[in-house]
């Protein structure tokens, strides 16, 4: 397995933004993100293929969310606009390798807090 090493979470207010970050090596066919709140599954945020640059998000981020990669640096990011608490969740980044969910594995996960 290639490393995934994601940054980017912390505390931020309702309504507030952050970005996230992922690092991988070697272009994957596409990479997502996933995100599991207290007591809670682990559920779909959204994803983008490395080739065709395609997006997928699930409804709840609809609008909100952006996902985005940097070809050169191997990089996916997840900027979140409009936070919510709902949002609160350990965010992991995953290579995929089917679409639009597929995994194939995750990262360690960074925690994310929007507190009301």
């Known amino acids: 397995q290639v490393p995934l090493v994601e940054s980017g979470g912390g505390l931020v207010q309702a309504g507030g933004s952050l970005r996230l970050s992922c690092a991988t090596s070697g272009a994957p066919y596409a990479m997502g993100w996933f995100r599991q709140a207290p007591g809670k599954e682990r559920e779909f945020v959204a994803s983008?293929?490395?080739?065709?640059?395609?997006?997928y998000y699930a409804d709840s981020v609809k609008g909100r969310f952006t996902i985005s990669k940097d070809n050169a640096k191997i990089t996916v990011y997840l900027q979140m606009n409009s936070l919510e608490p709902e949002d609160t969740a350990v965010y992991y980044c995953?290579?995929?390798?089917?679409?639009?969910?597929?995994?194939?594995?995750w990262g360690k996960g960074t925690l994310v807090t929007v507190s009301s």
């Open positions: 995953a290579r995929l390798i089917g679409w639009p969910y597929g995994m194939d594995y």
């Open positions: 983008i293929r490395w080739g065709p640059n395609s997006t």
